[in-house]
């Protein structure tokens, strides 16, 4: 069996002779089909068996060729909090920086995440790399591509967004205001929103949801801004080196000037 | 004579020789016991995906399975439906123990990419069943517990806008009680896809079965939004005797209704046995032929053995050893040879099942949940046993030709 037939959403097998009568009087391809159809009935759904769920790209290689033309190849990283030298410390740094619950049920320290490292030859052109958030209705798959030297945003999109407003917000014009932003963005954006709501510097508090939201979309649209923060926090975490805690603790600081920074 | 001590120290002097032979049988029985291993554990998976499914039988429109390649294939729409009046005639069956109605259908997940418009990348199973049939065939579905999962129950019959959610589904699209999940689904017949929204009343535990994938809602509103009122994907039955009589009987009073076909699942468990059958005999020869090198292995290395120390058994005959006194310590040469390979090759096989059922699954992909390869205490035993009686049929000429040496003749040509 060809192993692209697991690709599809059913599991797919062919099965033996020991069938129903009136099958037998079927031409052979008909009874093959009947097989399939119906194995993948019964098992139909097993092969999601898995402990936490991760986010990776459908089509990998179609996907950041699209991202990145000049690409010649690319490699998978995969990595998890909980595998970390220090996983306790960098699961609590994840949840103080995130500036939002962590759902404890499917966003443990155990969720697998897949960095892509996309290359032309041995130059590293960039990282790309999905969260799963929950939405309004559904899963909301965000994928980022960053920069490896800025750490900045150069294209955003969603693989999974299922909602009566989900042409709006996957509108270009909509994600293009993510590009270059970087997660110091958000850390500033944290003083901004305290000290000096709708400064002129605070790029995140400019970013806009698209025109006429819908009041139920805007579920969707917080969930949009808290993955982004959360995947630029993981980057930065797993790849970064954690280089912008600086402006986090900055910022903290600004905030709270009696307490001294982690 | 202490033959222990005597066919230890022999076997001793060549350490080498004996290590590897020692390794051929081990290797030949980890090949025998992991093979037995997956005949017992795939049966036994198979069986219990099957028990799981909760039906003993399943009554599905003629034609349906053509189309639901399509759906499969390309992730489109065109099941064939049987009428539900079909139900309402089979239910009167009186060999009917339980019936349940289900209607299937497959929402397409929109997609997105770098790209725009890539389509759709993934599907639900959209179940629809009548919760109270449903659940009496499959008493063993709980639902989840937990923050964000307590309270979990079935929908209300009169609720059209309540699910409720296996486990993987609940996982994948991160849902838990109270939370909204959205649907959408170009219905029969239209062109447009519609919008639905519904409340997740409960998440299922873990099943190991098809049931972990799928959403289930009320029976009438799934064929109201895939625009297939008084439509049935399949009936599930289970009868009060299930016997290859009683399900033929049962099969000729339905057949004659002409939208209908009856499945019995034991000729898909036994399908399914044979679908692996081919791989498993290839595999078995193999195994035969693991098996044959280590005897002649064996035969080779006590063969050489009892070459090497022709004059030694001539002398032994010389002080006055009997013929059945060599081929005696020669035999248990052999079963020390035999035992120690089949007890390591045992234990090999024992310790690494989950290696084995990790190749297994990753070569053939059957989408089982349970362990494909079983190991017993019975197994082994059989296959120590095996090597232990393989091995002294491999020995038998050996030790008959070692006693029926003669002494001085023995002693002459090792001079």
């Given amino acids: 069996m060809k192993s692209n037939v697991y690709d599809q959403p059913f599991i797919t097998i062919a099965i033996g002779d020991a069938m129903p009568r009136q099958f037998h009087k079927k031409p052979l391809r008909q009874k093959m089909v009947w097989r399939i159809v119906l194995l993948s009935t019964l098992f139909a759904g097993t092969r999601q068996a898995q402990a936490a769920i991760g986010c990776t790209l459908s089509n990998p290689g179609r996907d950041l060729k699209t991202l990145y033309p000049e690409m010649t190849s690319y490699r998978e990283e995969l990595r998890e909090i909980r595998r970390l030298p220090e996983s306790a410390n960098a699961f609590e740094w994840f949840q103080e920086r995130l500036a939002s619950p962590l759902d404890p049920v499917y966003e443990g320290a155990d969720t697998p995440y897949t960095f892509y490292l996309v290359f032309q030859g041995n130059r590293l052109l960039g990282y790309v790399h999905g969260v799963n958030v929950p939405g309004r209705g559904g899963v909301i798959q965000i994928f980022l591509a960053v920069d490896p030297e800025t750490a900045a945003i150069t294209r955003l999109f969603f693989q999974r967004l299922e909602t009566p407003s989900s042409a709006a917000l996957r509108d270009r014009t909509v994600r293009d205001q993510f590009q270059g932003l970087t997660l110091a963005d958000f850390y500033m954006h944290d003083y901004f929103q305290a000290a000096s709501p709708g400064h002129e510097a605070d790029k995140v508090g400019r970013l806009s949801p698209p025109a006429r939201l819908p009041p139920d979309a805007w579920t969707d649209w917080h969930a949009i801004l808290r993955g982004v923060r959360k995947n630029l926090l993981l980057l930065d975490l797993f790849l970064f080196h954690r280089r912008h805690d600086p402006f986090f603790n900055r910022a903290r600081e600004l905030l709270n000037p009696k307490e001294s920074p982690s | ?415």
């Fill in chain 2, 1 to 415: 004579m202490n033959y222990g001590i005597l066919a230890w120290k022999n076997l001793a002097r060549r350490p080498v020789r004996t290590a590897l032979t020692v390794v051929g049988v081990g290797m030949a029985t980890a090949v025998a016991v992991s093979l037995g291993g997956f005949n017992l554990g795939f049966r036994a998976a198979i069986s219990r995906s099957i028990e799981q499914l909760g039906f003993q039988v399943m009554i599905m429109a003629k034609g349906c399975p053509y189309e639901a390649a399509t759906l499969m294939l390309k992730g489109g729409t065109g099941l064939l439906y049987l009428p539900e009046s079909a139900h309402e005639q089979i239910r009167t069956d009186p060999d009917i123990e339980a019936i349940t109605p289900v209607f299937l259908g497959v929402a397409e997940k929109p997609a997105g990419g770098p790209e725009e418009n890539t389509g759709p990348s993934a599907f639900t199973l959209i179940a629809g069943i009548e919760r109270e049939s449903y659940a009496k065939m499959k008493p063993w579905l709980q639902f989840k517990s937990g923050p964000g999962f307590d309270g979990g129950r079935w929908f209300s019959p009169d609720a059209a806008a309540e699910a409720v959610m296996g486990f993987e589904a609940a996982e994948y699209e991160q849902r838990k009680v109270g939370d909204l999940f959205y649907i959408t689904v170009v219905p029969h017949g239209k062109t447009e896809p519609e919008f639905h929204a519904f409340r997740i009343v409960g998440v299922l535990e873990r099943t190991g079965t098809q049931d972990d994938g799928t959403v289930f809602v009320p029976l009438h509103t799934a064929q109201r939004i895939f625009g297939r009122e008084g439509q049935l994907t399949i009936v599930g039955v289970t009868l009060r005797q299930f016997n290859a009589i009683r399900m033929r009987e049962f099969e000729g009073r339905w057949m004659s209704i002409p939208e209908v076909q009856v499945v019995s699942l034991e000729q898909v468990k036994g399908a399914l046995v044979s679908l692996v059958g081919t791989a498993q005999t290839m595999v078995a020869a193999v195994a035969v032929i693991a098996i044959l090198v280590a005897m002649i292995g064996v035969l080779n290395a006590i063969l050489m053995s009892v070459y090497e120390r022709t004059a030694e058994f001539g002398i032994l005959k010389a002080i006055g050893a009997e013929r059945r006194q060599i081929f005696y310590l020669v035999c248990l040469e052999t079963l020390i040879l035999c035992f120690a390979g089949a007890l390591a090759g045992s234990g090999v096989a024992a310790g690494g099942a989950g290696l084995t059922d990790a190749t297994l699954r990753r070569l053939l992909n059957l989408g089982l949940t349970q362990p494909m390869v079983l190991i017993t205490p019975r197994l082994l035993a059989a296959a120590i046993g095996g090597a232990i009686a393989l091995g002294l049929l491999a020995a038998l000429w050996p030790a008959a030709r070692a006693a029926a040496l003669r002494p001085v003749e023995a002693i002459r040509n090792q001079e």
